[in-house]
């Protein structure tokens, strides 16, 4: 829903804002949250000053799990993506600041009103529909209000770089000449296997190269990590729960559930005193425990006319629409059953739950069995992450810890300080890992929040810095690489002598390959790379002869021999879709550019 929001409420050119940017855009926002984490969180980057907290990042980690965009087993791995895109919106918040751009209060609240999603069946803004929306997608109305000027401030940057831009007729003439464009030719691929004998590489090629390209072998300031992770969700899945605490937990939440209730209403007041009333009711209350029906019943004494015939049905209640008197007794029935006399001060009723919106026991259970687990470790879980605290503190190494909390140690194998995978790579772990005191004092990392439902503890148990990998232990990868380009090379010089050959008249038994017609979009009935040297290729002359030329695809060398280009038919459909890319591209370059300016220039601390 709020995608569908973001997306109504913003022009198409948006949209192209580049990609760091739409993750952030689209799920910025969640006060709710704020009470779990708490109010505190350590820095894991700082943007021209402002820090981003692992609070934040967890905060829009946990927007994009709620808002289905991304699936919960991406969770750990989306977290290193997030922080990428807070820095990059934090950037751009900066250079509107600077640039005095801002959506005034009255602005907003127009743009707002004006979202068909907050629309009644009237079409008119909906006050309780607002909220109820904003609160399925996990925003109060305060940070729903905050992101869209946000957004809306990203857009007049947006449209203003874009209003900046133009393409002269003769240029978009010229660009639709070049998409109506075929060309038919025909070619042959060659392999090693056309070479009449395989490359060989000698020690002298493996040194040269490898002194050429000693930066791509380079190891960067590698560590090794031992850590122990405490686990709430862990705990949760260990702890037993008997079917006691599940049912208890079940008729508690039973109990608050949205029920169908019918009444049987009588007046008090005018001919009929309080007294009167309660004794009518009270034999109304006898004749239901003698086994008459409810239905007849409301037939006979309801004073409420609207449900008398209906056998007293008022629908579906939820609490607090009808007062405390009320909901006290309807939601402290089970279903089928009545109640005494309830007194709402005018009126006497006599209620009946007839239907209870709630799964049955055996369809909670699972449901069930995860949050009496959570509430059952709760305690335990904050002793222990307070244990890890005191423990990991003074101690003078890990095992002793994880022995003690019944937590098991890890051990990484070698990384380096932007390689961390899993739960290595999330936002402040390895920051952690090569800090002052843990990799050059050897103290245990402070306690690391990843999310509510963990805390990690790392230690660094070895260490090598950075170095120019030697020969010896590279020597495979320099020899496969230099194979690679002697084998290009060697099918080159073949491509080329073919060519010469052709140009000469000469007849060569090649395994041609026709190609009719083909214009630049069909890469799928021919690959990519030989159709974009196909389109680089010039004209042949009048005369007819063929224009060759060669294509090079990994280890595969393409001869191509281009017959003839013809200027194609107009497709005005298609013409308006690269009219519109075209457009499209060079926005998207332009806030490219704009972001790459800015991380350029902008004081960004990870």
């Known amino acids: 829903m709020l995608q569908s929001i973001r997306e109504r409420s913003q022009s198409w050119i948006a949209k192209i804002i580049i990609a760091v940017l739409v993750l952030a855009m689209a799920l910025f926002g969640v006060e709710s949250l704020i009470s779990v984490f708490g109010k505190s969180g350590d820095e894991v980057a700082k943007v021209n000053g402002e820090p981003i907290t692992r609070q934040q990042v967890e905060q829009t980690v946990q927007r994009a799990l709620r808002s289905g965009q991304v699936p919960p087993e991406q969770e750990r791995a989306l977290r290193g993506q997030v922080l990428d895109s807070l820095i ?175 009444h049987i209403m009588v007046n008090v007041g005018g001919d009929r005193s309080r007294e009167q009333a309660e004794t009518e009711l009270a034999e109304v209350k006898q004749r239901l425990e003698e086994g008459e029906s409810f239905t007849d019943l409301a037939a006979e004494y309801s ?116 390689a961390g995978e899993g739960v290595l790579g999330e936002p402040g772990v390895m920051d952690q890992a090569f800090s002052e005191d843990v990799l050059n004092n050897g103290y245990n990392s402070e306690v690391i929040e990843l999310d509510d439902d963990r805390r990690m503890v790392l230690r660094i148990t070895d260490h090598r810095e950075a170095m120019t990998l030697p020969l010896e232990e590279v020597q495979e990868r320099v020899t496969e690489a230099v194979r690679q380009d002697k084998t290009r090379d060697a099918l080159m010089e073949m491509a080329a002598k073919l060519a010469e050959q052709l140009k000469d008249g000469q007849e060569l038994d090649l395994s041609w390959q026709a190609a009719s017609n083909i214009t630049r979009q069909q890469t799928s009935q021919v690959p990519e790379a030989i159709v974009e040297t196909a389109f680089q290729l010039p004209h042949p002359d009048e005369a007819g002869s063929l224009v060759y030329g060669r294509a090079v695809d990994g280890d595969q060398v393409t001869l191509i021999a281009l017959e003839s280009v013809t200027k194609g038919e107009a497709n005005e459909q298609m013409e308006g879709y690269v009219t519109s890319m075209s457009r499209r591209l060079d926005a998207q370059a332009m806030i490219q550019g704009l972001m790459e300016y800015l991380r350029t220039t902008g004081d960004i601390e990870r």
Do not use: C
């Open 88 to 262: 990059a919106e934090r950037l751009m918040a900066s250079y509107a600041e600077d640039g005095g751009l801002a959506i005034s209060d009255a602005q907003l609240d127009q743009v707002i009103v004006s979202l068909p999603e907050f629309h009644d069946a009237q079409g008119k803004f909906n006050q309780d529909l607002f909220r109820s929306r904003l609160n399925g997608a996990g925003y109060s109305p305060l940070t729903f209000r905050a992101q869209l000027r946000q957004d809306l401030v990203a857009q007049q940057i947006q449209q203003g770089l874009i209003s900046s831009d133009f393409v002269l007729p003769e240029e978009q003439q010229y660009l639709l000449d070049l998409q109506r464009q075929t060309r038919t030719f025909r070619y042959h691929t060659l392999t090693d296997a056309d070479l009449e004998q395989p490359v060989t590489v000698s020690e002298a090629e493996q040194s040269a190269y490898y002194n050429e390209h000693q930066q791509d072998y380079l190891r960067p300031e590698q560590v090794k990590v031992a850590y122990v992770v405490l686990d709430r969700q862990a705990m949760a899945a260990d702890a037993e729960v008997d079917d006691e605490a599940l049912r208890k937990a079940w008729e508690a939440q039973a109990a608050q559930a949205d029920r169908r209730v019918s």
């Open 303 to 418: 004073d409420d006319a609207a449900t008398k015939d209906k056998g007293g049905d008022l629908g579906v209640v939820v609490k607090g629409i009808f007062g405390e008197a009320f909901d006290k007794s309807a939601f402290s029935l089970q279903e089928g059953e009545v109640s005494d006399i309830v007194d709402t001060g005018d009126t006497l009723h006599l209620l009946k739950v007839t239907q209870i919106d709630y799964p049955s026991f055996e369809e909670s259970k699972d449901e069930l069995r995860d949050q009496v687990a959570q509430q059952q470790i709760e305690r335990a879980f904050n002793d222990k992450a307070q244990q890890l605290i005191d423990e990991s503190f003074a101690a003078e190494d890990l095992k002793s810890v994880a022995d003690d909390l019944d937590l098991k140690l890890e051990q990484s194998d070698w990384i380096a300080r932007d």
